[in-house]
């Protein structure tokens, strides 16, 4: 069966009150965005449901595109027929058809919008129902706990019917929950944390600090292909890359050993939280998880934070490595995350770095270095890409060859 529209019902934003056109019309305009590579077809919001028009596109690709856009509940992807009984009868007998197996049962479930049609919604169901058990030998009806649900929708513009509800990720829109960064470092974590942010109606840009030559183009382009895989959920995505090499050249000269780690990542979040400040964020992303590596202790985020007073979320903070593995394979960044191309997080990493470093010899420390003119030099030289969701940045087979040689 090749589907001409797909009905779209709304998730966690319909409980909404005054506000929900506003989120109807931000998930309206995700779904055009993941949508972007099916030209022909139309999105259509509307106040109970969303429709896309398929216009001829390819069913089965739209359909797992739509799986990732946040604020989606579930999805019917419909057939739409003249508003003729036959022609009705016939298609709902070949739905069944392809999804009957033995002992299998079935139920119609009609709605009808065009009160002018001439059956009603029980005589509908009766014609219906008494074709298929006709029709079908060994089929029975079960109208709690059927096999095959077939609805059918009497609409102004035609007559629809579908039998497959496929599930949405859920959550709210991105973009209705604001706008934040992201500091992406490539590895397994800080996806994940994205992809949480994303759920709950958060629009992300990524900031990804990069260190050449100690970290490669492959490094780069990791970061970059792992932003386009996460665009599935949200569409184009702005990848602010920033040079991070003097800074960190300048930490290792100067501050004690025990202190490379904090104050590089002290560096790290004055940049971010600065550039979020100039784009008119509100918060920055990161994808710690407390007590999984020395960094991340509370008395090390504590020193950390110390920068700055603007908000620093963490999704992942309470959760365990297993948990976060599991989210990455499932939202497919895992295979790149683990993909062997260092970042500028791990190197010049010290074999004993504090774990539990002091508040105020952070600060002492940090006044060795020339903060304000290692900030703005890096900010000056910051590039943007706006990165689409599916774009190619790294050929992964091809590049770990070259890079393990």
Do not use: W
């Amino acid at each position: 069966m090749h589907y001409t529209e797909i009905m779209v019902r709304y998730g966690e934003l319909s409980t909404k009150g005054k506000n929900k056109k506003d989120f109807i019309k931000q998930l309206g305009k995700n779904v055009r965005a993941v949508l972007h590579p099916f030209p022909k077809l139309e999105v259509k919001p509307q106040r109970d449901r969303l429709h896309v028009a398929l216009n001829g596109e390819d069913d089965q690709q739209v359909i797992e595109s739509l799986k990732g856009v946040f604020g989606i509940e579930n999805f019917y992807p419909s057939v739409r027929l003249e508003k003729n009984m036959a022609i009705i009868k016939q298609t709902a007998l070949e739905i069944v058809k392809e999804q009957y197996h033995d002992g299998a049962t079935f139920k119609i479930n009609t709605r009808r919008q065009d009160k002018h049609f001439e059956y009603d919604t029980n005589q509908i169901n009766n014609q219906l129902g008494d074709y298929i058990l006709e029709n079908v030998p060994g089929i029975t009806v079960d109208v709690k706990h059927p096999d095959i649900s077939i609805r059918v929708e009497i609409r102004m513009n035609g007559a629809f019917l579908s039998s497959e509800k496929i599930h949405g990720a859920g959550g709210l829109p991105v973009g209705t929950g604001g706008r934040a960064t992201m500091m992406l470092s490539g590895g397994i974590d800080s996806p994940v944390a994205t992809y949480l942010a994303m759920k709950r109606g958060v629009k992300i840009d990524m900031i990804h600090f990069y260190s050449p030559p100690y970290t490669g183009e492959q490094a780069l382009n990791k970061a970059k292909q792992l932003t386009s895989v996460l665009g599935k959920y949200s569409g184009n995505i702005q990848f602010i890359q920033v040079p991070f090499t003097e800074i960190q050249e300048t930490i290792k000269e100067k501050v004690p050993e025990g202190y490379l780690m904090t104050i590089q990542r002290r560096m790290m979040l004055r940049i971010a939280a600065q550039i979020t400040q100039n784009r008119h964020c509100t918060g920055v992303f990161t994808g710690e998880a407390l007590g999984q590596v020395a960094s991340q202790t509370l008395e090390s985020m504590m020193a950390i934070n110390d920068v700055t007073t603007m908000p620093v979320l963490r999704p992942l903070v309470s959760m365990d490595k297993t948990e976060i593995i599991k989210i990455s394979k499932q939202i497919k960044t895992y295979d790149l995350s683990i993909l062997p191309f260092e970042d500028c997080c791990t190197i010049f990493t010290p074999p004993a770095p504090k774990t539990r470093p002091d508040l105020a010899k952070s600060r002492k420390f940090e006044q060795y270095i020339d903060v304000e003119g290692l900030m703005k030099k890096a900010i000056d030289n910051i590039e943007i890409t706006d990165i689409k969701p599916g774009e190619e940045f790294l050929n992964q087979n091809q590049d770990v060859f070259a890079e393990l040689l």
